[in-house]
Structure formats: structure tokens, C-alpha cells
């Protein structure tokens, strides 16, 4: 195949473009997929959710489930248990600093799981909830990366390899020859402290840098009592603002950057734009972009740094947040910017214009505040640069304008 920026020919298997250092697998999430299912006996394996009729009893299933556990509704900040950091008595206890919650279906005993010294998990249903069924259709549900993987045997029971860290669903539909299904449904969480490696581009080369999260500073950060539930739900950007902050995570993540950085570029200043389009590359490429909606089951939540880098996955406004926190932790001035709900990370630079090239469909966006110039930075397009914003979002008479007319209530900018 040939690399879609420069041209050059490229294998198959590479991420990025060794001629220019393009991401040759756009946004896809640097955490590997680690579902590896074993015992199939069909050629059916590592396929993803293609029927209908499936679908259709998933989506039911997974909403029975979330009822009968009360949901994560809006008046709650996360999907966990209140418990986080703290294993229930049922839990199972993986190690010193980790462990595995099982709900659902898990707790009332039709659905069972349990993690061998080498690391397997075995999952299976009940006796009595798999009497009379022939075929078991598994799916297991990675929630932060939205991604799923089905698997249809004739035993009701399932082997994973390696599972990590994470939020998964488990959903098994049984099947007899009379035409009758079941279906069960049970959530895991595997929590602990996160160590990940993340590979992205920058400049024609790859970089690559570890994020390590406690899983301490991540609970903290889910049930901070710094700030109450109605800012954490609030759309203006005031609230989103008092999420930046510069924590253990943040701190580490850092100095790897600028470690990485300086190792490649030891003559190169780290405090101009070249620097900040560095760690947006980073922020751009490395974490999957999901809705508020699906993942919190709001409108709005903001998150913490910690938050977002444990799971990977963020909106525009927790990716703002962590940009915004990067760059202060690398000696920026920056903070954030929504216009009509869609979230900026912004930053002061001195004798800063804007890039040479602007992509099509972008425009540089500055605003003067306190007599400093602020570039408005797109936190979840790759390769848009420092100040490159849309075309759809502006600002004009000393207020931020959305396709021209002045932007929704709660928009502007703000800082920590």
C-alpha cells in the first residue's frame, strides 16, 4: 500500500509512514485490543457484531442490566461502584494494587468467572441457567474503546486470555433447538494502576512516551470532593476550567514528553509553538474521542486529567482539559475555550502568527484577554496545529460566534 500523505509504499503492518511519520491508522486507540477468546468451534472468531437480530437483543439485554443496577444516571459521576479503590468482598483480588468487580448476572450466580495463575479468565454460566440450550453466542464488550467481539459455541463456558485493565461487558445469548434464546448479561471491571505505552507522530518521526496512572489518583479524581456534582454536569466553561490541574499523572507524563522531545531535538526550544503542536500531536492521536452521552450517560461531564488518561477515552472538553493541563505543567499559559459545547484548548504564545499552512475548512483563531494573545487549539482533529480551529467556529465584538451568530450560553474561556 502506499501512505496516503507522501505516497511512499509502505507495508501493511506499520502504523506510521517511515517516510513522513503519517498515522496510518487515524484515530485508532494505542491501547491493543486484548480480546482473545480460546475453545472456538466455528470459523466465527474475532468477528464483530454484524447481525441485526443480535444487536437487537444485546441492546435490550444491556439496558435490563443497567436498570436493574440503577444505570449510571446523571445524578452519578462514573460508572463505578462508590467503592472505587476499595475491593468489594466478592471482588477478585488480581494483586497488591488490583483487582475485579463482577455485576450483573455475576451476582446473582447465573454467570460465573474466575482468573487462573497464568492469567486465563474462565467465564461460565450456571448449571441451571444453561439447562436446555444447545449453542451460546459470546460477546464481550470493551467499553472504553467502544469495540466488541463475538464468539458462538456449543458449551457455556468462555476462556480470556490476558484480560486488562478496564471496563467490559459480558453478554452470552443461549440458544436451543426449539428456537428459544436466553440471554445473560454481566459487567467486569478490572482496575489498577494503568502503565500503557503510547506510540504517535510528530514532525516525520515517531515518538513513543508511558503514561502511568495510580489507580488512587484515578478514584480520587472520580469522586473528588473538590468539586461538587452540578459543576462536574455544568456546561460553562468556568466549571470545565477547575478540572485542570496538575497532578502525579500529569506531572510524570510531562517530563517523558519533554524527555522524549529533547532526545530527538536537543537544541530545539520547548516553549514555543513547535512545542505546543508536540504535545497536541500526542493529545490528537493517542486518545479515542467518545460522547458524554455514552460513556457517562449525561450531557455533560468533565473529567479530570487522571480520569481521561486512565481510560483513554475523552470528549472534546476532557481532552481540552488535559492539553490545557500538559502545557501548564510544561510552563505554558493556557486553558480552555467551548463555543456552542464544543471544547478548545488555549494557549499564550509570543510572536506567534499562526502555522504557515492551514489546513482546508480551518482558519487561526486568537483572542486577546488580559493583553496577552491566546491561540484557541483543536484538541480532537490529528495534524490540526496550534490555532487552527474550524471555519464554523469564530469571534467577533468580544464574543465567540458559530457560523456567524453569537455562541451559546456558557461559551468563552477560561483558566485554572
Same mark, same amino acid.
Given at each position: ?6 505516497? &511512499?509504499?509502505? @507495508?501493511?503492518?506499520? /502504523? ?56 449510571? &444516571? ?7 461502584? /462508590?467503592? +472505587? ?16 468487580? +463482577? ?60 484480560? #486488562?485493565?478496564? =471496563? ?9 433447538? @426449539? ?5 445473560? $448479561?454481566?459487567?467486569?471491571? !478490572?482496575?489498577?494502576?494503568?502503565? +500503557? ?9 515517531? %515518538? @513513543?512516551?508511558?503514561?502511568? $496512572?495510580?489507580?488512587?489518583? !484515578?478514584?480520587?479524581?472520580? %469522586? ?33 514528553? +519533554? ?6 531535538? /536537543? ?7 513547535? #512545542? ?33 488518561? %486512565? =481510560? ?19 510552563? *505554558?499559559?493556557?486553558?480552555?475555550? @467551548? ?6 484548548? =488555549?494557549?499564550?504564545?509570543?510572536? !506567534? ?17 488580559? &493583553?496577552? #494573545? %491566546? ?17 464554523? *467556529?469564530? *469571534? ?6 458559530? *457560523? ?13
Amino acid at each position: 500500500m502506499n501512505c496516503p500523505n507522501c505516497g &511512499g509504499e509502505v @507495508t501493511d503492518d506499520v /502504523p506510521f509512514c517511515p517516510h513522513c511519520g503519517h498515522n496510518l491508522e487515524g484515530r485508532k486507540h494505542k491501547r491493543k485490543l486484548r480480546f482473545i477468546l480460546m475453545d472456538v468451534q466455528d470459523d466465527r472468531r474475532f468477528r464483530h457484531l454484524a447481525s441485526a437480530a443480535v444487536i437487537t437483543v444485546v441492546i435490550v439485554a444491556v439496558l435490563s442490566v443497567l436498570l436493574a443496577l440503577g444505570g449510571t &444516571g446523571t445524578t452519578d459521576d462514573s460508572p463505578f461502584s /462508590p467503592t +472505587l479503590g476499595e475491593p468489594s468482598s466478592d471482588a477478585i483480588i488480581v494483586s497488591d494494587t488490583s483487582y475485579i468487580e +463482577l455485576r450483573g448476572d455475576f451476582s446473582n450466580g447465573s454467570l460465573n468467572a474466575r482468573l487462573d495463575s497464568s492469567g486465563q479468565m474462565t467465564i461460565w454460566l450456571s448449571g441451571s441457567a444453561s439447562e436446555g440450550f444447545s449453542t451460546y453466542t459470546w460477546i464481550l464488550r470493551d467499553e472504553n474503546t467502544n469495540t466488541a467481539q463475538e464468539i458462538t459455541k456449543n458449551a457455556p463456558s468462555l476462556v480470556w486470555v490476558s484480560p #486488562y485493565l478496564g =471496563t467490559y461487558t459480558v453478554t452470552v445469548v443461549c440458544s436451543s433447538d @426449539t428456537g428459544s434464546d436466553e440471554v445473560y $448479561v454481566g459487567t467486569i471491571e !478490572y482496575l489498577g494502576d494503568i502503565h +500503557l505505552q503510547y506510540s504517535f507522530p510528530y514532525n516525520g518521526e515517531n %515518538y @513513543t512516551v508511558y503514561v502511568d $496512572v495510580a489507580l488512587d489518583e !484515578y478514584a480520587d479524581s472520580v %469522586y473528588s470532593t473538590s468539586v461538587p456534582s452540578s459543576v462536574r454536569h455544568s456546561s460553562d466553561v468556568a466549571s470545565g476550567a477547575r478540572f485542570i490541574v496538575v497532578g502525579d499523572a500529569v506531572s510524570s507524563l510531562s517530563q517523558r514528553l +519533554l524527555d522524549a522531545y529533547t532526545a530527538r531535538n /536537543p537544541s530545539a526550544p520547548t516553549d514555543g509553538p513547535e #512545542y505546543v503542536n508536540y504535545i497536541l500531536s500526542f493529545v490528537q492521536n493517542c486518545f479515542k474521542v467518545g460522547s458524554d452521552t455514552y460513556y457517562h450517560s449525561t450531557s455533560t461531564y468533565w473529567a479530570f486529567p487522571a480520569e481521561t488518561l %486512565y =481510560t483513554a477515552v475523552g470528549d472534546s472538553g476532557d481532552l481540552a482539559v488535559l492539553t490545557a493541563s500538559l502545557l501548564i505543567a510544561s510552563g *505554558y499559559d493556557a486553558g480552555i475555550a @467551548t463555543v456552542n459545547g464544543h471544547a478548545f484548548a =488555549t494557549v499564550s504564545l509570543d510572536r !506567534y502568527t499562526g502555522p504557515t499552512e492551514i489546513p482546508d475548512g480551518f482558519h487561526v483563531l486568537r483572542v486577546i484577554h488580559d &493583553g496577552k #494573545y %491566546y491561540y484557541l487549539c483543536t484538541v480532537d482533529e490529528v495534524s490540526a496545529t496550534a490555532g487552527c480551529v474550524s471555519d464554523a *467556529y469564530g *469571534y467577533s465584538d468580544d464574543h465567540f460566534t458559530y *457560523y456567524g451568530e453569537t455562541a451559546s450560553e456558557g461559551s468563552g474561556m477560561a483558566f485554572p
